[in-house]
């Protein structure tokens, strides 16, 4: 029997007491069912009730019966920490997760200690189901020790390790619940809406339909390499199906389709005041043209690549029809979740994340973060980021790493004790491209600043998992 961690053992007999008699029936507005719909690499400027290009009336309805954030942001520029960040409302580091994971030549995955939404959930009688990609971690033959998504709180898991391959179209690198599928007929997007369909209908089995569920669909586009439909690629160029703007735009149109098709399944599952869905992306687009103006993209903690569309949907529960300016980010998932459900945080750890409850059920002034965001990735100039308000600290590292492209676990040591150079700061409310460093104009505030990245950022590297010497 498998031997679990302390924090959360803790947890699950703290929850699973306090809940176990009204979390073991269907979903109620107290217990609701959850669905978190993620997209891969899609730009803060991508759908239609973000000024998009793309038609997107379902997300977009989303929004409309919901609360829709304008300064949400990922995890991370890059997407298995921004996806550990998802999970566990702390900052990927602390998590176990450096950069993107290649499970081949690296040690890293989502670390088997960390208290995951799926683990909070399921301690609390809901059934759970990751589908979609995955990336934070699986077994190799030179790295069986990786965990599955099953350790981490998953009764049931569909997935890829990384992107659709070849494409999203007709994709070979599924694995159900360990065992590879082979090759699929049909778009990755849709892919995936049938299987998440089918386990709503199917797979949960007897005893778990009458319990709430939880339902994290990980879509892969508008991840390259891309792939749609050529009628839906005619939508946004007619005379040229090849045109990768219109195709990358065609995936999410067709993304869209598959999360109407999800939605109408679940009306007859159960009630949408009976289920709360959460729909964002892991981080910012490869497109300049789909920032919507702001510096720099996926990759880098610029705006461009960490600023993502957010948008929350409990009918009944969340404020419907409401446009939030205040900073938010996939780091408040959790801690959201739990203040929503009444769930107990988990215990005796840092999150990160705050909870974002008093806000979405329309009392903002109740709302206060208790950190500012926080982003740090190894390759990205600036390397670090801060956002305190409408306040944007921004610096590079004061050590330099070799030219490897792809994260090198022989860094962790240098990372760990480095420092930072540089120090840029934005005022976002008034230039959101950040085009003007007024660093000079506010020396105190500056200061005042530094000392909190500094502050979070010693806090994460000290829970750094140095992957050389740890499996």
């Given amino acids: 029997m498998k031997k679990l961690p302390l924090s959360l053992f803790i947890f699950t007999v703290v929850v ?3 809940n176990f008699v009204s979390s073991v029936h269907a979903a109620t507005p107290e217990r609701p069912n959850v669905v978190m719909l993620l997209s891969d690499d899609l730009g ?6 973000y000024d998009g290009p793309v038609k997107t009336p379902n997300i977009d309805g ?6 829709r954030f304008t300064n949400f942001y990922s995890g991370c520029a890059v997407c298995s920490p921004s996806r550990a960040t998802l999970l566990t409302g702390r900052h990927h580091i602390r998590a176990g997760v450096w950069s993107w994971i290649h499970d081949e030549s690296q040690n890293s995955h989502l670390l088997q200690r960390e208290v995951t939404l799926a683990e909070v959930l399921k301690a609390a009688g809901y059934s759970t189901a990751h589908i979609g990609k995955w990336h934070l971690g699986l077994p190799t033959d030179e790295r069986p020790f990786k965990p599955k998504p099953d ?3 998953f009764d049931y898991w569909f997935a890829t390790w990384n992107n659709a391959e070849p494409s999203h179209h007709n994709p070979d690198n599924f694995i159900r619940n360990g065992e590879r599928v082979g090759k699929l007929e049909g778009y990755s997007c849709q892919l995936v809406a049938d299987e998440a369909i089918d386990w709503l209908e199917n797979r949960r089995g007897d005893r778990k339909k009458d319990a709430p569920f939880f339902l994290n669909i990980w879509f892969h586009e508008p991840h390259a390499p891309i792939a749609a439909p050529d009628e839906l690629v005619r939508e946004y160029n007619a005379d040229n199906l090849k045109d990768k703007g219109a195709i990358y735009s065609g995936t999410i149109d067709n993304t869209d389709r598959a999360i109407a098709r999800l939605l109408e399944e679940l009306r007859k599952v159960d009630a949408p005041e009976n289920t709360l869905i959460i729909y964002a992306s892991d981080n910012g687009t490869y497109r300049d043209d ?4 702001l510096r720099g993209k996926k990759g880098v903690n610029w705006e461009g690549g960490i600023r993502v569309p957010g948008i929350f949907c409990w009918p009944g529960k969340i404020s419907a ?3 939030s300016d205040e900073p938010a980010g996939l780091v408040d998932v959790l801690p959201t979740v739990c203040g929503l459900l009444g769930l107990e945080k988990p215990v005796g750890v840092h999150l990160d994340g705050s909870d974002l409850s008093t806000l979405l059920e329309g009392n903002a002034e109740a709302f206060t973060r208790h950190q500012p965001l926080f982003w740090h990735l190894q390759k990205s100039r600036p390397i670090v980021a801060m956002r305190d308000g409408d306040w944007s600290l921004v610096a590079d590292p004061d050590y ?9 676990e022989a860094w962790i040591p240098k990372i760990k004790s480095g420092g930072y150079t540089n120090y840029q700061l934005f005022n976002l409310k008034k230039d959101p491209r950040q085009t003007t460093d007024v660093a000079a104009d506010h020396p105190e505030l ?4 530094k000392k909190e990245l500094l502050e979070i950022n010693a806090s994460i590297m000290a829970d750094g998992v140095d992957w050389n010497t740890q499996k």
């Fill in 321 to 323: 029809g409401v446009v």
């Fill in 290 to 293: 789909r920032t919507g103006g």
């Fill in 16 to 18: 699973g007491l306090s």
């Fill in 62 to 67: 989303l929004a409309a019966k919901g609360t």
């Fill in 400 to 408: 330099e790493l070799s030219t490897d492209n792809m994260f090198q």
């Fill in 151 to 153: 350790v981490h709180g």
């Fill in 446 to 449: 500056l200061e005042k600043l």
């Fill in 44 to 49: 803060w400027k991508d759908v239609g009730c």
